[in-house]
Nanobody, 119 residues
């Protein structure tokens, strides 16, 4: 069964850090991985994407300089390192895989992990 599982969410104080993980049940070598998030009452937004070869990454303006996306092919896992977290980063974070590039159609979605930034 092909599935993606996110982990690493939780409660953190403003200014704190978290690292989210996205692990697939199959090799992600040929898939771009995108992190999305959806805050309560808001539409889902793309946060960051990494290409299959890791040579290309992109970030939403709201997280540039604070979040870093990476991947480990051997572990079939992608990561989102989140620093200097703000209350407005509170959301359910989803991982998704698209074949070939960050512009490809999403083939697989995870179920999400909740990040809450609050004092």
């Amino acid at each position: 069964q092909w599935q993606i599982v996110e982990s690493g969410g939780g409660l953190v104080q403003p200014g704190g850090s978290l690292r989210l993980s996205c692990t697939a049940s199959w090799t992600l070598d040929y898939y771009a991985v995108t992190w999305f998030r959806q805050a309560p009452g808001k539409e889902r937004e793309g946060v960051s994407c990494i290409s299959p070869s890791s040579t290309s990454t992109n970030y939403a303006d709201s997280v540039k300089g604070r979040f870093t996306i990476s991947r480990d092919h051997a572990k079939r896992t992608a990561y989102l390192e989140m620093n200097s977290l703000k209350p407005e980063d509170t959301a359910v974070y989803y991982c998704a895989a698209a074949p070939d590039s960050c512009n490809g159609d999403i083939s697989y979605w995870g179920k999400g992990t909740l990040v809450t930034v609050s004092s």
